[in-house]
């Protein structure tokens, strides 16, 4: 018990969401996984000690939506890259979309995934495979074989199942095993050729629009499916009012249907495409304040119980176009922590809640055992300083991750120390920090 | 929390003209009566003002265009600058070099201007955006969004035909939702102080709340029109048959298609305009746009010394240009 692969964690707040606990005490770690919490297990020597005093304790972020760009895009960012990055946010366990390429539909590409991240080793990488070959929306992959391999949950990516039939029968297919199925809702007829939320801004602006109902019409279309084939349906990136109060009536109606929404959305609005800014050309588009607000009391109602980052990378010059020619998506790991406490500074959510929704809230939605400190539980671990305020700086920022519109925003809370599986993969130093 | 406004330099001088939205009266009244000036150099034997000599400008094209880059090209010339025409869509981009790969390459050929056209709405924003200090960006069209200098020629068509805007009546008919001229057309006329801006056209041609553009909606022709003292005609596209907007060109003409009878709602001196170029019988009949009332080809001959004040404004030269009245 005093090999040298124990550490302690003493004098945080410690704050664990899905048991209940926030209050300061000791946390003591032995081969990766949480040993005790409150008084150590006698005999415990700990061969690192971190001193957490005046800072708060909670589970390694879990990110339902991050995309590594590998395999495929390795020139944008990698696995290596990516999970370095999460590691500095205080991120441990990372859900990858399958539209990789190849596309997560067979068990080799789940493998490969899965290999390279043990090798960086900084956080759990858990790959989401496609609901349909090549993602195409025609045949069904092969999800149980998918699932043997690792994959968590099942999806379309940004490809929403235009065929209603084979979406029924995906849904049928996932629900046989107890497949979870991530649907991003959007009819792509009423999208159309939109690249802003339809609205005054969009008409002022002459961007054809997306209106608000190609999302409700496909959560609407969904949850038929849903109630129809008893699949468990998680919604992916919400971003309208209407679709967030069809879903409280589902659930009301004790369908089992989650969702989630990006970080941004909670705090961007059309208002913030505003000339042109092309790092708010996002998927979905940023919608009205209306329906940022009906997102954030979705959210403190646990009605959305995930927040995510959708986090991009995209090549140096992806943004670098008129507004349409643009790629969508914004890099989002260094802001998941951020945007989420400044949700309670903004009276949202209060701080366990708020740290539920990245860390026990995802990880509950596909069933994974992550993202709470209990004994027994992995050792995956985020440590930081509430009271720090710190300027989101693009010359910090990787050069794959510059695609953001926090550039210049001002936070409070940073991370200090990230653990995954025991050991510490990220440590600020404190001398280096203003 | 608003930005600055990147069309004024730091002395609130117009350094490119973009749209319409955000600059206030003053400088489109400005802009008006810097074109008034020029109006003359056109009736001279020797058309030409030394006004931007040794300027180079370039006319950027990404969409085609006839009667908007010759006047563009016909005003930078009475100016006096050299013009480069490049016609891009048959060019270098679709080699695949980026736009601002494209920029880069013209600024080292020391362009001191560019009059941009693009399909995408906001390119003209990119490029002053991106562009080196000195150089000054007219935007000619710019997707859906904004086409300012067709609309301060309507703005200056009117303005000899009305003299005031205050007490107005302007009826823009047809499809407002895909058009930059109307987008920009609305601003104008609600920043001179039009009292009633209205537009006409079925919903699938207008903005899902087209009130906060600051107009009231009228779905019918004749009562859209009544007692207007201007009324603006937007040309149709034929694609929006396609695009399930409009069953067909018929039944628009049937329903918005202007006439001689059904003009007479409009006052007895209303104006009929129209940014060109016309479809006959579908936005409107021969014997209107031929009519006394068509100031469709004034519009064109005034689209010059329009282009002429904005070009001389926003390259810092105006105060001379007053002068060469």
Same mark, same amino acid.
């Given at each position: 018990m005093n090999a040298p692969n124990s550490t302690s964690i003493l004098g945080g707040r410690l704050i664990d969401p899905a048991s209940g606990i926030d209050s300061v005490t000791d946390i003591f770690i032995h081969n990766g996984k949480i040993l005790a919490i409150g008084e150590p297990p006698e005999g415990f020597t700990a061969h690192h000690t971190i001193d957490a005093s005046g800072q708060i304790v909670c589970p390694g972020l879990v990110d339902l939506s991050a995309r590594m760009r590998e395999p495929g895009q390795e020139h944008i960012a990698t696995i290596a890259s990516e999970t370095a990055l999460a590691a500095r946010s205080g991120i441990t366990t990372l859900c990858c979309p399958p539209d990789t390429d190849p596309v997560i539909d067979t068990p080799a590409v789940v493998t490969l995934l899965l290999r390279r991240a043990k090798r960086s080793a900084r956080a759990r990488l858990l790959p989401i495979g496609a609901m349909t070959q090549q993602l195409a929306g025609e045949h069904l992959s092969e999800m149980v074989a998918l699932k043997r391999a690792g994959c968590v949950a099942m999806s379309n990516g940004y490809a929403p199942l235009a065929n209603t039939l084979v979406e029924r029968r995906a849904l049928e297919y996932a629900a046989t095993f107890g497949i979870t199925a991530i649907l991003r809702p959007e009819d792509r007829h009423l999208r159309n +050729? /939109?690249?802003?939320?339809? /609205?005054p801004v969009s008409a002022r602006l002459g961007l054809p629009g997306i209106p608000e109902a190609a999302e409700s019409v496909a959560v609407a279309r969904d949850l038929a499916l849903a109630e129809h084939t008893g699949c468990r349906i998680h919604f992916h990136l919400l971003s309208s009012g209407t679709a967030a109060r069809m879903i409280e009536q589902a659930q009301q109606q004790r369908l089992q249907v989650s969702a989630n929404v990006a970080a941004h959305q909670l705090h961007l609005t059309e208002m913030d495409i505003e000339d042109f800014d092309s790092n708010c050309h996002l998927n979905p588009p940023l919608r009205s304040l209306a329906d940022r607000e009906a997102l954030r009391a979705a959210l403190a109602k646990g009605v959305i119980g995930a927040i995510c980052s959708d986090h991009q990378p995209l090549k140096a010059d992806a943004k670098e176009a008129p507004f349409p020619s643009t790629a969508t998506g914004m890099a989002g790991l260094q802001t998941l922590l951020p945007l989420t406490l400044k949700l309670v500074d903004e009276g949202v959510l209060g701080l366990s809640e708020a740290i539920a929704r990245i860390t026990c809230g995802p990880a509950d939605m596909l069933g994974l055992p992550y993202g709470r400190l209990q004994p027994g539980s992995s050792a995956d671990i985020c440590i930081f300083d509430p009271h720090r305020h710190w300027v989101l700086k693009r010359e910090e920022m990787p050069s794959s991750g510059r +695609?953001?519109?926090?550039? /210049?925003w001002e936070f409070q809370g940073q991370v200090t120390h990230t653990l995954f599986e025991g050991r510490i993969v990220f440590h600020s130093d404190s001398t280096t920090q203003a | 929390m608003s930005k600055p406004n990147i069309q004024l330099d730091s002395h609130g001088r117009l350094k490119h003209f973009l749209t319409i939205d955000g600059l206030k009266r003053e400088m489109l009244t400005e802009i008006l009566d810097t074109a008034e000036s020029f109006t003359g150099v056109s009736e001279r034997v020797v058309k030409k003002v030394p006004l931007l000599r040794g300027k180079t400008i370039c006319n950027l094209f990404f969409e085609n265009s006839t009667r908007t880059r010759t006047t563009f090209e016909v005003a930078a010339k009475r100016l006096s600058a050299d013009v480069l025409n490049l016609n891009v869509s048959t060019s270098s981009t679709t080699k695949g070099e980026t736009l601002l790969d494209t920029l880069r390459n013209l600024e080292a050929m020391h362009v001191d201007m560019f009059v941009i056209r693009h399909s995408d709405s906001g390119a003209a924003h990119f490029f002053a955006t991106h562009a080196a200090p000195h150089i000054s960006v007219i935007n000619a069209g710019d997707g859906q969004h904004a086409h300012p200098t067709q609309a301060m020629l309507d703005m200056f068509t009117i303005r000899r035909h009305k003299e005031e805007f205050t007490g107005l009546r302007v009826a823009i008919v047809g499809d407002v939702l895909h058009s930059r001229v109307a987008r920009s057309q609305i601003l104008a006329l609600n920043t001179l102080g039009t009292s009633e801006v209205r537009v006409i056209a079925p919903r699938t041609l207008l903005p899902p709340d087209p009130r906060t553009l600051g107009v009231h909606i009228f779905h019918d022709l004749e009562e859209g029109i009544r007692d207007v003292d201007v009324v603006i005609m937007l040309r149709l596209q034929k694609e929006r048959m396609t695009g399930a907007l409009l069953p067909s060109e018929h039944e628009y003409f049937q329903l918005y298609g202007l006439t001689e009878k059904r003009l007479k709602a409009a006052k007895p001196d209303a104006i009929v305009m129209h940014p060109g170029p016309i479809n006959r019988g579908v936005e409107m009949d021969s014997q209107v746009a031929d009519g006394p009332r068509s100031v469709i080809l004034q519009q064109v001959s005034f689209g010059i010394a329009v282009r002429m004040a904005v070009m001389s404004m926003t390259m810092g030269t105006q105060a001379q240009g007053a002068a060469a009245r």
């Open positions: +050729n /939109g690249y802003a939320h339809e /609205g +695609n953001t519109p926090f550039i /210049g | -």
